[in-house]
């Protein structure tokens, strides 16, 4: 689901002459995005839009917890 909110927000902001804009004008919801959105978008190439998103964005209660490995086994 990222990948499509990633798309829908590079879709809607405005070039880069309007940083004075609000988040509303930039195509940017503060209601639902969230910062850890943000942080992701330099892994997409998207690091032009990461200021107006992190200035825009919501700080989430739930942390992002990132494993080295995980077995998976299936019992039959």
Do not use: W
Not at 49 to 72: G, M, P, R, W
């Amino acid at each position: 689901m990222r990948p499509i909110l990633i798309g829908t927000i590079l879709h809607l902001v405005a070039p880069s002459d309007q940083e004075g804009s609000d988040c509303a004008s930039l195509g940017f919801d503060q209601q639902v995005l969230e910062c850890n959105t943000c942080k992701e978008l330099s892994d997409f190439g998207l690091e032009s839009i990461k200021k107006e998103c992190l200035s825009c964005c919501k700080k989430s209660d739930e942390q992002i917890v990132t494993y080295k490995s995980a077995k998976f086994e299936v019992c039959s």
